[in-house]
């Protein structure tokens, strides 16, 4: 019997070893199992944070390129002072940012057609399909427009008005990509901000070729200066001589015009001097090949050889004497000097001279005539 006791007793502590040996391990387990779920959850938090910081750096490395792009192409504008080469540049640096994407600038024409001025040449309409009507908005609210990817066409496009410095629309820029994707609104931004700096960029080019044509032209008679004279004639024998081309100076002197100004004044002179610049240009058949280059005297380039340079010649000098200049029967005369280039010069300075010696016999004939070199 004591036996039996010692037994069940025995059973009894082993029972309770085992229970609380048991109850150990549960609890451990049951810690190990909320580490496990920490570390879990923590995983998990940190593979969340892991993607919003990648999508911020895709983010900001989207904006560290767009702004690297951008100071590219305000450097590139910054280069050039001519609004078509501020054109060039816009189109090709938007290129180049959207890997190779077509780009077209269409510019309204006067007549309220729009033509190519810069970019690859394709039909708008073709470009963005039935979606036409949506690029009309573009010029017609002012505003970007991106279509939704459903609605994208074969190829996917976005476009957007160009416009000046003043808010006025100059045309329309057209984006469309040789990739799947569609642009994205970050895009259109972009776009919205390289063409915020395109205006400035054609505000520049626009004063400064005001400025050059201002500083080109004669104030009283608009025709060309001496500067302007200078320089189309060098242009022109660089042209003429390579090609073995007709070109001819005429050096024309308003005869006696110290006396109009001495006894009629200065303002009568003065608008003399436009008349005759009027019929002058008129004999050159363009205004721009016109030129006052000092006082009375004018030259005329023509691309011409030196005998039909010489009836041109004659005629203008027939055509300012039979001109009534004044309400009295006073009339006004040209002395004119033809030269040509090769017969009497090769280069600006020696067919210059030669027309001044042309014009110097005119003179010394008698006036009203034309002497050639």
Excluded at 12 to 20: I, R
Excluded at 130 to 145: K, N, P, Q, T, Y
Excluded at 264 to 288: F, K, M, T
Excluded at 312 to 327: G, N, T
Aim: a neutral charge; one cysteine or more; glycine letters at 6%.
């Amino acid at each position: 019997m004591p036996e039996l006791l010692r037994v069940g007793a025995l059973e009894v502590t082993f029972a309770l070893v085992f229970t609380v040996l048991a109850l150990c391990e549960v609890t451990r387990l049951r810690r190990q199992s909320k580490q496990l779920l920490r570390r879990i959850e923590m995983s998990r938090l940190e593979a969340h944070k892991g993607a919003e910081l990648s999508v911020a750096h895709a983010t900001l490395q989207r904006g560290y390129r767009q702004a690297r792009a951008l100071i590219h192409l305000m450097g590139e504008f910054n280069q050039v002072m001519e609004f078509q080469a501020v054109l060039d540049r816009l189109s090709r640096g938007l290129s180049q940012f959207f890997a190779g994407d077509d780009v077209a600038i269409w510019i309204r024409s006067t007549g309220g057609n729009f033509e190519l001025a810069a970019g690859v040449r394709h039909d708008v309409a073709s470009a963005v399909g039935s979606d036409a009507a949506r690029l009309r908005s573009v010029l017609a609210h002012g505003s970007a427009v991106i279509p939704p990817a459903w609605q994208q066409t074969e190829r996917p496009w976005m476009a957007a008005p160009l416009l000046d410095w003043r808010g006025l629309d100059l045309g329309v820029i057209v984006l469309t990509s040789h990739r799947r994707s569609a642009y994205t609104v970050e895009d259109v931004d972009f776009l919205r901000a390289v063409l915020a700096h395109a205006a400035m960029a054609i505000q520049n080019a626009a004063r400064f070729q005001v400025a050059d044509r201002l500083s080109r032209l004669d104030a009283l008679t608009g025709l060309g200066n001496r500067g302007d004279f200078d320089r189309a004639l060098h242009e022109a024998t660089s042209r003429a001589l390579p090609a073995a081309e007709s070109l001819s100076v005429l050096l024309a002197d308003v005869d006696h015009f110290k006396h109009i100004n001495d006894s009629r004044g200065h303002p009568e002179g003065d608008r003399v001097l436009r008349h005759v610049a009027q019929l002058i240009a008129q004999a050159a058949g363009e205004p721009s090949a016109a030129f006052r280059i000092g006082g009375e005297e004018f030259t005329v380039l023509l691309a011409l050889a030196k005998p039909a340079a010489i009836s041109v010649a004659v005629l203008l000098c027939a055509r300012v004497s039979q001109e009534a200049f004044f309400r009295d029967s006073t009339r006004l005369t040209l002395s004119i000097g033809v030269a040509s280039l090769f017969e009497d010069g090769r280069d600006p300075a020696t067919l210059m001279a030669a027309a001044d010696h042309a014009l110097y016999r005119a003179k010394a004939a008698g006036r009203n005539r034309v002497h050639a070199a």
